[in-house]
């Protein structure tokens, strides 16, 4: 429930009515302290949804609601599309916001894999499945991404006719939607350079911006969005740079302190930076799960604002999938369907204390 601001009219708050029992120094003989007037609460960043902050935009390094104040965003990401598209549903994702506490899900388009956009995927299946994710989405007041899932082809110039087509055409129909981010690719990788990045973004960002100008976009880094370092140094400019956010990704088994340093040497360079995709096993989204590092990576990012999206809603039998292998509910998921990384996360979208090793 929020807070009662200002001027609210029920009288005092709760907490004013009674010294609380065991502070210090209180007495039962005495008047509570007079109540000092209390600076109204700032919103919590992470309590955000479409409903209350609206449509995004970028500040300076923060992602931020409507009305400039900031956001963060937290939540899951679905496996291929292509492979698992019953985790897109409307029951599931009204769960991730109700039960989970999670504020985003974004939606993973393979590109060059097998059944992938650019691989001999059914593009007229593909297509509906992230209008509809993104409309379902909405309804639960979750915010969507959409993202291009670069991986095997390892630079994003290899398909960018059909992620200009492919984003000018989804853009179009969901221009009038505050909810939807764009991702336009996971992870460029093997010889692909940020100059590569770049000329590939200034393709497709336009496309985008041609129907949505004001399109929050998410753009990946080289090496599997590792390099916010190489984007710091030479962000997006003028007006491709606009509401963009620079990825970041990491597994946490693998991942360690030299990669969080650069994720803070990046946002103290005034790099908005957002970690669209992560684990807390290894970079193979297998393996055995770090929590130390996993809570060694969300206290950074929490203390900096910084947005993150766990790999994945599936089943498949990998330590990344949240839901344990065998367990074919689509909804309705309790603690003893999740895998070790499931139960994590729940905990920390939920604010409780996560399982430790
Ligand atoms: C993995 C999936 C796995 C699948 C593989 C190839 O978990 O089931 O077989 O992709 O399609 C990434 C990628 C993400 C990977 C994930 C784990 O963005 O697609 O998913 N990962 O390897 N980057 C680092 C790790």
Avoid at 137 to 158: E, K, M
Avoid at 181 to 192: F, K, M, R, V
Avoid at 315 to 329: I, M
Wanted: net charge negative; charged share 20%; glycine share 10%.
């Amino acid at each position: 429930p929020a807070p009662a601001g200002p001027g609210a009219s029920e009288g005092p708050a709760p907490e004013a009515a009674a010294p609380s029992p065991g502070a210090e120094g209180a007495s039962p003989s005495e008047d509570p302290a007079p109540a000092t007037p209390e600076a109204p609460t700032p919103p919590d960043p992470a309590a955000a949804t479409p409903s209350t902050a609206g449509a995004l935009q970028v500040r300076g390094a923060r992602l931020c609601g409507a009305d400039g104040a900031p956001v963060q965003l937290r939540g899951v990401s679905t496996h291929g599309l292509a492979w698992f598209p019953q985790y897109v549903n409307p029951a599931l994702f009204a769960e991730l916001r109700d039960d989970w506490g999670a504020n985003v899900v974004r939606l993973a388009l393979y590109t060059a894999e097998y059944g992938g956009w650019c691989a001999g995927g059914d593009r007229e299946a593909l297509g509906r499945l992230v209008r509809d994710g993104v409309a379902w989405a909405a309804d639960a007041d979750l915010y969507a991404i959409v993202d291009w899932h670069v991986l095997s082809d390892q630079t994003p110039l290899v398909h960018a006719d059909e992620a200009v087509a492919f984003f000018s055409a989804v853009s179009a129909d969901l221009a009038g939607r505050d909810n939807v981010l764009y991702e336009i690719c996971n992870e460029p990788n093997g010889s692909a350079t940020w100059d590569d990045v770049r000329a590939y973004a200034e393709r497709v960002i336009p496309a985008i911006r041609a129907n949505d100008p004001d399109a929050v976009v998410i753009v990946g880094t080289p090496e599997w969005s590792q390099r916010v370092d190489e984007a710091a140094a030479a962000p997006l400019a003028g007006e491709l740079g606009g509401n963009v956010l620079y990825a970041l990704h990491f597994y946490a088994a693998t991942h360690q302190q030299p990669l969080r340093d650069r994720l803070a040497a990046a946002v103290a360079d005034g790099l908005p930076v957002f970690v669209s995709e992560f684990g807390i096993c290894d970079a193979s989204g297998g393996g055995a799960v770090d929590y130390a590092s996993a809570d060694a990576w969300v206290a950074l990012m929490d203390e900096l604002g910084v947005s993150y999206v766990c790999w994945n809603l599936s089943n498949k039998d990998e330590s990344s999938a949240l839901f344990l292998p065998g367990c074919e509910k689509e909804s309705g998921f309790t603690d003893a369907d999740l895998s070790a990384e499931g139960r994590w996360l729940r905990a920390v979208l939920r604010g409780e204390a996560p399982p430790a090793a």
